[in-house]
């Protein structure tokens, strides 16, 4: 059984950093796609960065260069390190997971995580 829990989530100044984590159970992470999605008030929820196994990740455009995912196997925690935080940040933060599959004749992640944790919120103050 997937479990995602999530931590770490504040309030925080514009331009400031958090640090988003995640344990994670009853994933193989050779099996599985790790991500962090998002949902603001009144949006729709959106992919912020995907991580796989022996692939670079991938990251939103509205958040490159400023977050950066990672995974630790051996604590099976799933990181998502914020800099340079914007207002439009602001967003209750998921873990999510899906397990690979054949997908457009490539063995990759699904269009759609399946499994994500609660949620933590993140509040960034202009």
């Known amino acids: 059984q997937v479990q995602l829990v999530e931590s770490g989530g504040d309030s925080v100044q514009a331009g400031g950093s958090l640090r988003l984590s995640c344990a994670a159970s009853?994933?193989?992470?050779?099996?599985?796609?790790m991500g962090w999605l998002r949902q603001a008030p009144g949006k729709e929820r959106e992919k912020v960065a995907i991580?796989?196994?022996?692939?670079?990740?991938t990251y939103a455009d509205s958040v490159k260069g400023r977050f950066t995912i990672s995974l630790d196997d051996a604590k099976n925690t799933l990181y998502l390190q914020m800099d340079s935080l914007k207002p439009e940040d602001t967003a209750v933060y998921y873990c999510?997971?899906?397990?690979?599959?054949?997908?457009?004749?490539?063995?990759?992640?699904?269009?759609?995580?399946?499994?994500r944790g609660q949620g933590t919120q993140v509040t960034v103050a202009s």
């Open positions: 009853g994933v193989t992470y050779s099996d599985y796609c």
């Open positions: 999510a997971a899906g397990r690979k599959g054949l997908y457009a004749f490539r063995w990759t992640c699904p269009p759609h995580l399946g499994y």
């Open positions: 991580i796989e196994t022996l692939s670079s990740p």
